[in-house]
């Protein structure tokens, strides 16, 4: 029974695709130009965004971040599911032997500049390359330096899901502020501002921020889960 | 070709070397120790050189290329010593000549046990 209800909802599912793809004139010669133009037109005049790919991902491609935001999210809670023998009864950290001081004292003075560096990268992801995704992974890599170097240094889990459960409220709230003062859901609200500012692009820098915390906390929860993995 | 042009074009060309020679150790010598030593001392130079250089060329990126070079000098050398005490710790000898000294095995052979240092 399971099975036909399966396969009634893929033929549903198939029709609605096809149906798409047929509204598509491929082989057209209009089509031989694509969207291209158009992306990088609106991304410089309108958006006033200087890096074109920040403004795919974030603005006229935004709904599918928010996918990939949530397929990291799903993957990092399958792992601590899996890696979690049972909860909250954390194993020892594997470790062969303690940092030397001079990683100790080393560690101390990068974890800033890398956590620096990893903020740079994310509030300036519409105006140089990078994003939320690389300044939230440069961000978690700091953190696995300390986690490494130093034994007892510990991360709050509660935090961590506190801080990537408001991100990601935050940016489907943003969404749905466009849904209901623009129409449709991840538009624009705020003013756009002036090409290659800081303060430009409107919610485009605000979401890569929040991009950033979120991807940031789902590593270091996946980093912290893997170091404590009860062997 | 002003002064400041000249010394930014040498100090890339002595860093393109150092990195070109560092790259050459890697390959050509015989064991972590050596491959390591090639290839953080040498790249270390080389990189402050090169971004040195490009700060003599373009002197408004002077400041933000000299956090750069902080950068790189303290955290270089960092990662080196941490690799070097790692392999040190996993037991891993340095190369030597046919009846070279090799202070490290004569202290781990002999008990064949693991020393704690």
Same mark, same amino acid.
């Given at each position: 029974?399971?099975?036909?209800?399966?396969?009634?909802?893929?033929?549903?599912?198939?029709?609605?695709?096809?149906?798409?793809?047929?509204?598509?004139?491929?082989?057209?010669?209009?089509?031989?130009?694509?969207?291209?133009?158009?992306?990088?037109?609106?991304?410089?005049?309108?958006?006033?965004?200087?890096?074109?790919?920040?403004?795919?991902?974030?603005?006229?491609?935004?709904?599918?971040?928010?996918?990939?935001?949530?397929?990291?999210?799903?993957?990092?809670?399958?792992?601590?599911?899996?890696?979690?023998?049972?909860?909250?009864?954390?194993?020892?950290?594997?470790?062969?032997?303690?940092?030397?001081?001079?990683?100790?004292? @080393?560690?101390?003075?990068?974890?800033?500049?890398?956590?620096?560096?990893?903020?740079?990268?994310?509030?300036? @992801?519409?105006?140089?390359?990078?994003?939320?995704?690389?300044?939230?992974?440069?961000?978690?890599?700091?953190?696995?330096?300390?986690?490494?170097? =130093?034994?007892?240094?510990?991360?709050?889990?509660?935090?961590?899901?506190?801080?990537?459960?408001?991100?990601?409220?935050?940016?489907?709230?943003?969404?749905?502020?466009?849904?209901?003062?623009? @129409?449709?859901?991840?538009?624009?609200?705020?003013?756009?501002?002036?090409?290659?500012?800081?303060?430009?692009?409107?919610?485009?820098?605000?979401? =890569?921020?929040?991009?950033?915390?979120?991807?940031?906390?789902?590593?270091?929860?996946?980093?912290?889960?893997?170091?404590?993995?009860?062997? | 070709?002003?002064?400041?042009?000249?010394?930014?074009?040498?100090?890339?060309?002595?860093?393109?070397?150092?990195?070109?020679?560092?790259?050459?150790?890697?390959?050509?010598?015989?064991?972590?120790?050596?491959?390591?030593?090639?290839?953080?001392?040498?790249?270390?130079?080389?990189?402050?050189?090169?971004?040195?250089?490009?700060?003599?060329?373009?002197?408004?990126?002077?400041?933000?290329?000299?956090?750069?070079?902080?950068?790189?000098?303290?955290?270089?050398?960092?990662?080196?010593?941490?690799?070097?005490?790692?392999?040190?710790?996993?037991?891993?000898?340095?190369?030597?000549?046919?009846?070279?000294?090799?202070?490290?095995?004569?202290?781990?052979?002999?008990?064949?046990?693991?020393?704690?240092?």
């Amino acid at each position: 029974m399971k099975k036909y209800i399966v396969l009634g909802l893929l033929a549903v599912l198939g029709y609605y695709l096809m149906s798409i793809f047929l509204l598509v004139d491929f082989g057209l010669p209009h089509f031989a130009h694509g969207v291209k133009d158009v992306y990088l037109s609106s991304s410089k005049n309108i958006l006033k965004v200087s890096n074109a790919v920040t403004a795919i991902v974030v603005n006229f491609r935004g709904f599918d971040t928010l996918g990939e935001v949530t397929v990291l999210f799903l993957s990092a809670t399958a792992m601590s599911g899996i890696l979690y023998k049972k909860r909250h009864d954390i194993g020892e950290r594997s470790i062969l032997f303690p940092a030397s001081s001079i990683i100790r004292s @080393g560690a101390k003075m990068l974890f800033p500049s890398i956590t620096l560096l990893g903020i740079y990268v994310f509030i300036h @992801g519409h105006l140089s390359p990078g994003g939320g995704f690389q300044g939230g992974t440069i961000i978690a890599t700091g953190f696995l330096l300390m986690l490494l170097t =130093y034994q007892n240094y510990s991360v709050s889990h509660n935090r961590l899901v506190w801080v990537e459960s408001v991100a990601g409220m935050l940016f489907v709230i943003i969404g749905l502020a466009g849904y209901f003062m623009k @129409g449709s859901f991840l538009e624009n609200v705020l003013p756009v501002g002036e090409l290659n500012d800081l303060f430009s692009g409107g919610v485009i820098g605000i979401i =890569y921020v929040l991009v950033g915390f979120k991807v940031a906390a789902e590593l270091i929860g996946i980093i912290y889960t893997i170091l404590h993995e009860k062997g | 070709m002003s002064i400041m042009e000249i010394i930014g074009s040498f100090l890339v060309i002595v860093g393109s070397i150092f990195l070109f020679l560092g790259a050459l150790g890697i390959y050509r010598m015989p064991d972590l120790y050596s491959r390591l030593q090639a290839g953080t001392k040498a790249t270390t130079l080389g990189a402050m050189s090169v971004i040195l250089g490009v700060g003599f060329w373009e002197p408004d990126w002077f400041l933000k290329l000299l956090v750069l070079v902080v950068f790189i000098g303290y955290s270089n050398p960092l990662s080196s010593h941490a690799m070097a005490r790692a392999m040190f710790k996993k037991k891993i000898f340095p190369w030597t000549k046919e009846g070279g000294v090799d202070a490290y095995k004569e202290v781990i052979e002999p008990t064949g046990e693991k020393q704690e240092s």
